[in-house]
């Protein structure tokens, strides 16, 4: 199985770009609209979005890409800013493959055996100082964060777990959208709730600062920023 954070092909450096794009594949998870239609495909292909394929399932839409970009980080933000940009309505809500990860999506995407993380995970294999579960701690599949298990992995996982650290940065930048997201969802039912704003300001004095820089990462996801144009590929779609 591909690791999901790693880009699937270089391609070669262009005269004056300094930097070689790379292919970065991701997946946006969409609110806005619970079905797709001829009009939403077309509005999404004419904002640039010709490398992915839309789809819908269980009455939500996502659009996987495949995005050739200096950088993980062009990659993904280029893509919400197109999508939010298309003028159908739609906002981003989530971008995968999520930071929470189980011990199961662990050995998957640094290529171990599942009863491997799990010893590892029960301290019955290596150091037993494998990173604690942050979430479903009471189910039988609690969830880790992947920019603390990698790191620990690459140390203690062997050479086939090592490589799974390749993108970190990737898991660091999807972990802070995400939060963006939540963040801006909930701020959406603050302003309805007073007190819920309530709540907000007491937030507010435990964690400004890094609030704030939540707060300025939404800002800049509702402001799109216009892309250059590029060759247009098939549309592709699924349901």
């Known amino acids: 199985?591909?690791?999901?954070?790693?880009?699937?092909?270089?391609v070669r450096l262009k005269a004056a770009a300094g930097v070689a794009p790379r292919v970065y594949s991701f997946c946006l998870i969409l609110q806005g609209a619970s079905d797709l239609t001829p009009e939403i495909a077309d509005a999404l292909y004419e904002a640039g979005c010709d490398d992915a394929l839309v789809g819908s399932r269980g009455g939500v839409l996502f659009v996987e890409f495949d995005r050739?970009?200096?950088?993980?980080?062009e990659a993904i933000i280029s893509a919400i800013r197109q999508i939010e940009s298309?003028?159908?309505g739609l906002t981003v809500v989530r971008v995968e493959p999520d930071e929470l990860v189980?011990?199961?999506e662990i050995a998957d995407r640094v290529g171990l055996n599942r009863e491997t993380i799990r010893l590892y995970a029960m301290g019955r294999r290596g150091p037993g100082t494998f990173p604690p579960p942050v979430a479903r701690l009471r189910s039988r599949s609690p969830l880790y964060r992947w920019t603390d298990v990698a790191p620990w992995l690459?140390?203690?996982g062997g050479t086939a777990?090592?490589?799974?650290?390749a993108e970190l940065d990737t898991a660091?930048?999807?972990g802070m959208l995400n939060a963006a997201?939540?963040?801006?969802?909930?701020?959406l039912r603050a302003a309805e709730h007073p007190s819920l704003r309530e709540a907000l300001g007491e937030i507010d004095l435990l964690i400004t600062d890094r609030q704030g820089q939540l707060l300025a990462i939404a800002c800049n996801l509702r402001a799109p920023e216009a892309t250059g144009s590029v060759p247009k590929r098939p549309r592709r779609t699924r349901r």
Do not use: Q
């Open 1 to 10: 199985m591909r690791n999901p954070w790693t880009p699937k092909k270089e």
């Open 68 to 73: 050739e970009a200096p950088s993980s980080a």
């Open 86 to 88: 298309a003028g159908v």
């Open 102 to 104: 189980s011990t199961a």
């Open 154 to 156: 690459a140390h203690h």
């Open 161 to 165: 777990a090592a490589s799974a650290i």
């Open 172 to 174: 660091a930048l999807i």
């Open 181 to 187: 997201f939540d963040l801006r969802r909930l701020a």
